[in-house]
């Protein structure tokens, strides 16, 4: 049986580098990629091919359409397709929306949800054909519930989600899964600006009592990137029963 490829974006670090290790370790063709931290980017790449998996890396911007269709050119040429698309890439923005730039309320777009567009866009022809596919989107509690001083981040999260529900209708008719996974306090380097008091006062509101690994995200979304052809249009919720 062939090897399936996934494409992973926002995979230098944290979410994305686990969920592309977990892929990698299933025996999958592996595809990451990132803007700017081209050594991270190398490190993840050395570590999944220590598991014996072919793994394309790429240096750009998917929020760039050219960019993201000179990787998809690539992935044609070396693994012919995306069988899994996991949706990754992200930033965020602390702070009010009245001090906040046009520009960087622009970049948020760009980065958190034209990204998740061009790459859904040029991975869906290819999962067509095939008549099989699964989109992954990794969104966050706040595009559920909304954050103060994360405004422009909650929006970005709330388009992914309606965009998982809204795409998971027009392509189930082909045999293609999109569900999204909306994370709240994961232990990554996204979350390291806290201080000591402010992150105990914020594992204290979490019932589970604990942030959530990246690790813990990487099951979920091996296990919506690898079975469950009727579970699509979902947004759930891995957060230890925060929101």
């Given at each position: 049986m062939p090897r399936k490829t996934v494409l992973v974006t926002g995979a230098s670090r944290g979410i994305g580098k686990a969920v592309a290790i977990k892929f990698a370790k299933k025996g999958y063709n592996v595809v990451i990629s990132c803007v700017h931290r081209a050594e991270q980017l190398e490190q993840t790449r050395r570590e999944?091919?220590?598991?014996?998996?072919?793994?394309?890396?790429?240096?750009?911007?998917?929020?760039?359409l050219k960019s993201c269709e000179t990787l998809f050119s690539q992935i044609r040429s070396r693994f012919g397709g995306v069988d899994v698309l996991v949706n990754n890439a992200g930033i965020?923005?602390?702070?009010?929306?009245?001090?906040?730039?046009?520009?960087?309320w622009d970049r948020m777009l760009h980065v958190n949800l034209t990204s998740v567009f061009n790459c859904c866009k040029l991975a869906i022809p290819y999962m067509v054909r095939q008549k099989q596919g699964k989109i992954v989107n990794v969104s966050s509690v706040w595009g559920v519930v909304g954050a103060s001083c994360e405004t422009a981040y909650s929006a970005t999260k709330g388009?992914?989600?309606?965009?998982?529900?809204?795409?998971?209708k027009e392509l189930a008719p082909s045999n293609i899964q999109v569900n999204a996974v909306a994370c709240g306090a994961i232990d990554t380097e996204m979350n390291q600006w806290m201080e000591e008091d402010e992150l105990i006062s914020l594992v204290e509101d979490i019932p589970a009592g604990r942030l959530g690994s990246a690790e813990?995200?990487?099951?979920?979304?091996?296990?919506?990137?690898?079975?469950?052809?009727?579970?699509t249009g979902q947004v759930i919720g891995l957060d230890g029963g925060w929101i």
């Open positions: 999944i091919e220590s598991f014996q998996a072919p793994c394309l890396a790429y240096l750009g911007d998917m929020g760039d965020s923005y602390i702070g009010l929306l009245q001090d906040m730039s046009s520009e960087d388009g992914i989600n309606a965009l998982t529900k809204a795409l998971a813990e995200v990487a099951d979920l979304v091996y296990h919506l990137g690898y079975k469950n052809a009727y579970l």
